[in-house]
């Protein structure tokens, strides 16, 4: 479709920002809007607030300082004046003339010169006077403006969108497809497609500013909500192909139930009893189970897993579970045959990750095959080596959120075998209503109990001058016949370039991002960081202040502080052998401290141990400290988290450490990651297999996400009816239409036939 306004130079400055569609300019929405309409007057303003001020220009002069150039721009509404600066302004030279009028946007700060206030560095525009063409002066002055975010440079800035998009919307005027069914809009009170789109990027007259700033008005609701529409609706059909799906029926026998008791090591609690009652009759249905499995760290899902996967063994299948890491494949597969050992019958365990050598993992690939091991404990090896299962009935994968392979489990069964169960455990605490709709396609069960006897964890910030104090204390713990953890963010070196923190939980802001440009040359001048307090502090050269190491603390530790106790060493740069080793010592109580990175984030269960220090606390990633902290409170012993800080410590790192000293609920603790990171990073958008939204948000807009689920199941239930149903033909086929075009491109989770 021609786009007045696009020609080929533009079109492919677009492209390299995702816009390929006219469609796609259309739900690229305003970020925020101005009320151009009723400006806010000067003495309105209070210091502090973000704030769109118009205003005449009085005076504009660049200023040449010792340090850098500064544009100083001048304004005046009445008798009262406000400045503004741009620091290296240069640019700005001769773009102001007194008499314009311009919109400003940005942070009122007071002032101690001749004007009432300042800002620093706002955004502007320029408005249009008499000299300029009518339809610019309609879309810029006297209303309420859209601010988009630059599609490339100054020239595809907000001026230029506005003018497109509403040309677009002129040239489409009574002609942009619907694609919801009328009913369903009427139902939930929301505007068609065409009046949706036109309002969201021009709003009437008298539309409230602080509805439009939230994204909240009808307009904005009946896009969001488009949008996640479509992706329930997406994730309901799989789910339906799903229970279509040949499975296999387990039974479960009083044989079955008494093997189960056999090897259970303790009474569970009453979730896991639920649960695993849950697990077990899905496993009883003819159609294959996908379910998640979802507790907080600690709550005890090895064992539900464990009694579920026994229910396939003695059905006469294999089971096969699949952890994240070596270090915890390994646990697994130590633990499952301490268990097992209990039983009467005669289990065969295996291990297959990828670091073993050849020749174990030939032979153990030949008692997969064959049938020989009814139990096979791995890592994305299982995958990897092209395992084949002689009769796979169940797959249990353990924190899931590193892998997003859920399809691939096809490859471990023999073609023409029934669909294998599917089990997946989690301990990231996705809060409950983002869980049931986003993993649309698993069935959702929730371990909310922690096993009797714990104690609370004593959790407790120190700053790194006071690391005396914690070694002191962990000597302490040691001859009380306990066991501690000390974690790095690196293995070695001062640079986190290692592979350790290269993970979803990675906390970007606390990274090594190079300074912008323009902030790098100041701050290695060292003279102007006043100025730049923000870029200053990013381009604090933390490699400078030296990161400590696991292997150079270890060192230090081993023949310092910590001489004379028994200190092992592990990270993933270990090979499988000495990792394992190292697991076993450290699990039969041989090693007191353990010195590691963040390879037992997840999963390791060392009862004895009792305190988990973290050094550069502020670096880690709140879903990462809650799963460090996890490591320890598992047994009876009174148990300490101890967050050891650097000296600059961010306002976001100050937040995560201040919840994880507040709460150990790891549902409150994810709530907050969520705000704090947004759903695209606290999922880990690509490992998570979530699509990138164009206008919805899944924190701001839960309550759309419900409401989009329910409606989704509705319409599939309402599309299956003969008759009565309350869409036309017509609409659900424009539904179907629209669900391919969306998913095929935004999502690619279409599977193909
Ligand atoms: P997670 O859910 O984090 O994987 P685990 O399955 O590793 O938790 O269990 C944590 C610890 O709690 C383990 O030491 C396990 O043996 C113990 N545990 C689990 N269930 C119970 C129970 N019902 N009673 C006592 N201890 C339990
Ligand atoms: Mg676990």
Known sequence: MYVRGVGPRVAEMLAA????????LLY????????????????ELTPGEMASVIAEVRGAALLRTRKMPIF?????????????MWFNGTYLNGKFHAGQTVAVFGKVEPSRSTSNFKMIQPQFEVLPDSSDDAETRLLEVGRITP???SLGGARLASRWQRKVIFGLLESMR?????????????????????????????????TPMAQLQCSATAAHRRLIFEELFFLELGLELKRRRMRERAGISFATTATVREAIREVLPFHPTAAQKRTLGEIVADMRQPNPMRRLLQGDVGSGKTIVALQAMLVAM????????????????????????????????KYRIVLLTGSLDE??????????????????????ALIEEKVEFDRLGLVVVDEQHRFGVLQRFRLMKKPNQAEPDVLVMTATPIPRTLALSLYGDLDVSVLDELPPGRTPIVTRRVPDERCEEVWDFIRKQVKLGRQAYIVYPVIEGTKDDQPELDFSHDDPEAGLAPPPPAARKSVRKGKTADLFPKAAQEANPQAKLGLKSAVDMYEKLRTGPMAGLRIGLLHGRLDADEKEVIMRRFQRGEIDVLVATTVIEVGVDVPNASVMVVEHAERFGLAQLHQLRGRVGRGAAKSYCILITGKRVSEVGEQRLNAMVRTQDGFELAELDLA???????????????????????????????????????????ADKVGGSETTEAERARVWARLKDAWQRRYGLVEAG
């Open 17 to 24: 920002k995702g816009i390929l569609t006219a469609e796609d």
């Open 28 to 43: 690229h929405l305003p970020f925020r809007y101005e009320d151009r309409q009723n400006p806010r007057s000067l003495d």
């Open 72 to 84: 100083e721009l001048t304004l005046g509404q009445g008798r009262l004046a406000m400045k503004c």
């Open 147 to 149: 601010v988009y975010e």
């Open 174 to 206: 009574g002609a942009v497809p619907e694609c919801l069914p009328r009913a369903m809009l009427e139902r939930l009170a929301l505007p068609d497609r065409e009046k949706a789109l036109r309002e969201v990027h021009f709003p009437p007259e008298g």
């Open 314 to 345: 003695e059905n006469g299948y294999q089971a096969a579970l699949m952890a994240p890491t070596e270090i915890l494949a390994t646990q697994h597969y130590l633990a499952a045959r301490k268990l097992l050992e209990r039983s009467s019958r």
């Open 359 to 380: 020749e174990r993992k030939r032979s153990n690939r030949g008692l997969i095959n064959r049938g020989e091991a009814q139990l096979v404990i791995g890592t994305h």
């Open 676 to 718: 704090i990171r947004g759903p695209g990073e606290f999922f880990g958008t690509r490992q998570a297999g979530l699509p990138d939204f164009r206008v919805a948000n899944l924190v701001r807009d839960r309550q759309l996400l419900e409401l989009a689920k329910l409606e989704a199941v509705r319409f599939v239930h309402s």
